[in-house]
């Protein structure tokens, strides 16, 4: 893919054009933003731009012997928001017109390459302007969950070769007066960035800023403000930069905080030898390594040795042996704060339309949901979780063009799977809203859109992850290796071996992909989850995820594992997650309710039917707080005995029995099945949809 870089002469813009490199794309232009000549500043106060060290940019474009696009920053922060929408004379504007210009210039520009590592503010703003620009973002450097300490050590053993030009860190020491409690000045002694660490390369300061992270939890990358940077050499260039003459400006002489930076007055570009220039394999294979998967993530070898001998080689998706959802309780309910509209078909809104294609069905169930909502005071952005059931996963692109005409900048997450559909249904969608008690503290939403090694970008019209109180919403996961998003394809000879492998690379993958997202929003995996709906398109594959899934979280969170016949992009394996946030205020967990403050408990109970019994059965729960979570499964034990609507009935009332049993034990209210929000039954496509309605009827 050809793309533009933006650069600002740091560190992170200039690795992160390696890692382009790396993973197969081609450079072909340089974008930078600078100061407005007018304002005779070096530095701005800006939220998205370093501009100190503009006065060597323009040698970028011999060092890297390509076309350079500039741009002077005219506007300000206006718009300092969590999301960005355009808006006139903020400084994200003059990235939209620089980037517009790149693209007039050079028309096959497909994406936008940011080095952004731990911004959020700025990597919205830069994918709200590749969308308008319809370009992809490429961040493979952002690693908001890389260890620091690491990253850094990788920039230095890549080759790149960076000096300090700013430092904005505690001094070397200070007297401080504190007239609360000592009238006599108290020295404090910090070992911090000074002024003479300026022009430092990062390969000196080391050792440094080492020292500061671990004594002052100062961010060793600088990602703090601590410390700016100025690439004088990378494997990219073709020639580096030397600085002849340099000024030290003091911005602020702040006994605790010195704040300067380096001015450029002279520099010139010299020529490198041809071995140094360019990716070598062995920097190629270390860049690349931070998409695969680490020995921490994998299953150990006894699991991978049971696992293969559970499986055959006529590994074959049987779709005669797949579910099919139906959403128990098919009314609308209305339970504060939460309110949830089940699976809707276009039979259930208008009953005697002809079969009309996807797109129109779609549109269909989509302007009820919208109508239902409104009519309750809300709107899509009370949206908490969309299920989305679809009878051909080969229409999913057609699926995504008619659902995004509903959203903006901050979609639901979604869950997208394969089933076969009743009544000749196209789709089937139900959503779960949510109502803030305070508009204030609404739903915060994870939407990723960039390429990186972080976790996979959207495919579709979906936020990856969105928080409300103390809960929060992942939108289905499957194995995407987040830099190439494409599913894992190991090749080995034998047949068995290389589909078991190709499921553990999948499933270890996005078990990997879903922590990123949680621990981004300050939650756990192991710690947090609070119910588990694994789809799987085969059988067999099903004890292989079961058994990954206890491995990397434990056995005690509820899970169930549902077979269907598709996911999207042919995965073989999809996560839904449900986490409780144990890190969530206080007020928000009890914002509908007039308990009085208190640690949460937090209670699973698990139980499963006798081994003598006809039908077996088993059901886990969970709960803490205000959420509570119920998963059952159960089935005819003896499978040579024809299935009857009488074995039906009786199974499905034991396994009601049982989750109201379990339910009314978790919680310390009294609980029962009218407590419940919605129920989704998973069945057989064999078993007649008449059977199961009549076992809905005991609800």
């Known amino acids: 893919m050809k793309v533009v870089a933006l650069i600002s002469g740091g560190k992170d813009s200039c690795f992160n054009m390696m890692h382009c490199v790396a993973n197969g794309h081609e450079i072909v232009a340089l974008a930078n933003l600078k100061p407005a000549a007018a304002t005779g500043k070096d530095e701005l106060d800006s939220y998205m731009y370093q501009t100190v060290g503009h006065d060597a940019i323009e040698l970028y474009r011999d060092c890297m012997n390509l076309p350079l696009f500039r741009r002077e920053i005219r506007g300000e922060a206006l718009a300092q928001g969590a999301d960005y929408r355009p808006t006139a004379d903020d400084e994200v504007e003059d990235l939209y017109e620089l980037l517009s210009a790149v693209k007039a210039a050079i028309p096959d520009v497909e994406g936008v390459a940011s080095g952004a590592i731990l911004s959020n503010y700025q990597r919205v703003r830069v994918e709200n302007v590749k969308d308008t620009i319809h370009c992809h973002l490429h961040m493979p450097a952002a690693q908001s969950l890389t260890d620091q300490k690491e990253l850094l050590e990788e920039m230095i053993e890549s080759g790149l070769n960076a000096v300090l030009i700013k430092v904005a860190a505690m001094g070397e020491q200070s007297d401080v007066q504190c007239i609360f409690c000592n009238p006599k000045p108290i020295t404090l002694i910090f070992k911090g960035l000074k002024r003479n660490h300026l022009g430092k390369t990062l390969n000196d300061m080391y050792p440094h800023l080492l020292q500061m992270n671990e004594r002052f939890d100062a961010h060793i990358c600088g990602e703090g403000g601590e410390f700016e940077s100025l690439t004088l050499d990378c494997p990219l260039f073709v020639k580096r930069i030397i600085l002849d003459e340099v000024e030290t400006v003091i911005h602020s002489d702040d006994a605790v905080a010195v704040v300067a930076y380096l001015r450029i007055k002279k520099a010139h570009v010299e020529d490198k030898a041809l071995e140094d220039i360019g990716l070598t394999e062995e920097k190629r294979a270390m860049l690349l390594s931070k998409g695969r998967t680490t020995n921490t993530d994998c299953p150990s070898k006894e699991l991978a040795s049971l ?66 909502l409104v009519s309750c005071g809300l709107t899509w952005d009370n949206v908490v979780m969309i299920h989305v059931y679809v009878r051909d996963m080969s229409a999913f692109g057609r699926l995504n063009a008619a659902y995004n005409k509903y959203f903006g900048i901050n979609p639901p997450p979604r869950v997208t799977v394969e089933v076969a559909l009743p009544e000749d249904s196209q789709v089937q969608i139900d959503c779960l809203a949510y109502q803030y008690a305070d508009p204030a503290h609404g739903k915060e939403t994870l939407h990723v859109q960039s390429v990186s090694y972080w976790a996979p970008a959207n495919i579709g019209p979906y936020s990856q992850a969105a928080m409300v109180s103390d809960h929060i919403y992942v939108a289905g996961q499957i194995g995407l290796i987040p830099n190439t998003m494409q599913l894992p394809s190991p090749t080995l000879v034998d047949p068995t071996r290389q589909i078991l492998a190709g499921l553990m690379e999948e499933i270890t993958t996005s078990l990997r992909s879903l922590e990123r997202i949680v621990v981004a929003l300050s939650a756990g995996l192991a710690r947090d989850a609070a119910a588990c709906v694994c789809y799987v398109t085969d059988a067999r594959f099903g004890p292989v995820a079961r058994r990954m899934w206890e491995e990397r979280v434990g056995p005690q969170v509820p899970a169930v594992f549902v077979i269907v016949p598709g996911l999207p992009r042919n995965a073989k394996v999809e996560w839904q997650v449900l986490f409780g946030n144990r890190s969530a205020r206080q007020w928000s967990v009890d914002e509908y309710h007039d308990e009085a403050e208190m640690e949460v408990d937090e209670r699973y109970l698990q139980a499963q039917s006798s081994a003598d019994s006809d039908t077996c059965w088993e059901v886990q729960s969970w709960h803490r707080g205000n959420l509570g979570c119920v998963v059952g499964t159960c089935g005819q034990r003896d499978l040579s005995t024809p299935l009857t609507p009488s074995i039906l009935t009786t199974a499905w009332r034991t396994l009601l029995a049982s989750l109201s049993e379990i339910l009314d034990g978790v919680s310390e209210r009294t609980l029962g099945v009218s407590d419940v929000i919605s129920i989704t039954v998973f069945y057989h496509c064999n078993i007649p949809l008449a059977w199961i309605e009549t076992g809905n009827e005991e609800l």
């Open 307 to 372: 696992m293969l001998q559970e499986i055959s080689s006529d590994l074959l998706v049987d779709k005669e042996q797949t579910v099919i959802p139906l959403r128990c309780r098919p009314r609308i309910r209305w339970r504060p704060p939460y309110f949830t509209i089940p699976g809707i078909k276009v039979q259930n809104v208008t009953p005697n339309k002809a079969q009309g294609t996807l797109e129109e069905e779609t549109t269909i169930i989509l302007n009820y949901l919208q109508d239902q």
